[in-house]
């Protein structure tokens, strides 16, 4: 299927995820605090990395670009209307992070979705707990580590992006191009993150380390969240969200 092609059913697939949200009465702002949530537990598994000068910058993009509530709308927007544009302007590694991004948020908007719903019936339990059992209630554990494999690619591709020689002069020659073109969220996106993985490479092998941990840690989460007592999960959410900010 033709890069183009699989933006634009992504996006027209978030969209109506939005549309049913906002019809069905509360189910927005269950999404809302499902995504807040998460952005929470995630600052608190990976608090020692938001605090080390080495990888600071690449988990405060992860959490703001990729586990935050951020409003999408403006960047969906761009690339259901661009997705044929985006092959002709820019370079086919480009377009293939441009194709895991929309992959992703499909997927991810998905499962938030799915949460929210079990979210709003759960409203009588102490929040920890009602995550959990959204979660369980949710189910769909294939598709959970779809999710963070996506999210994996889409930094090992950044991180390639970063080795090819002349990329981010070529980025920085697009920026008037595709801001004219109404691309500039995802100028934007595609720019945070070279820079960010172009730092973590003049330290060596630190992307390789930072996504490996990523790997590790979101793993050994969805692995516990399905296997685990509730009581542990609960235990372990409750300490993570202790050490957020």
Not at 18 to 46: D, H, I, M, N, W
Not at 146 to 157: A, P, R, Y
Request: charged share 25%.
């Amino acid at each position: 299927m033709e890069a183009s092609t699989i933006i634009r059913d992504a996006v027209m697939h978030v969209t109506q995820i939005r549309q049913t949200a906002a019809e069905t009465p509360g189910l927005a702002s269950a999404v809302s605090a499902v995504k807040q949530f998460q952005a929470r537990r995630f600052a608190g598994t990976y608090f020692d990395l938001l605090h080390s000068e080495q990888y600071r910058s690449a988990a405060i993009f992860f959490l703001q670009e990729l586990y935050s509530e951020k409003d999408y709308s403006q960047r969906d927007t761009q690339f259901g209307r661009i997705a044929g544009a985006l092959e002709r302007l820019f370079p086919e590694q480009v377009v293939q992070t441009a194709v895991s991004l929309a992959q992703l948020h499909r997927l991810t908007e998905d499962l938030d979705l799915a949460m929210a719903q079990h979210w709003l019936r759960l409203a009588d339990q102490a929040q920890v707990m009602r995550y959990v059992k959204a979660w369980r209630c949710v189910g769909r554990r294939d598709e959970r580590n779809t999710q963070l494999n996506t999210v994996l690619s889409v930094g090992h591709e950044l991180d390639r992006l970063t080795r090819t020689r002349g990329l981010r002069m070529m980025l920085k020659m697009m920026r008037k191009p595709a801001n004219l073109a109404g691309m500039g969220s995802l100028q934007q996106f595609l720019e945070s993150g070279f820079d960010t993985f172009a730092e973590m490479a003049r330290q060596g092998d630190g992307a390789r380390h930072f996504l490996a941990t990523v790997r590790e840690r979101e793993a050994a989460l969805i692995d516990g969240l399905f296997d685990a007592s509730a009581v542990a999960c609960e235990t372990k959410i409750t300490l993570l969200l202790g050490q957020a900010p």
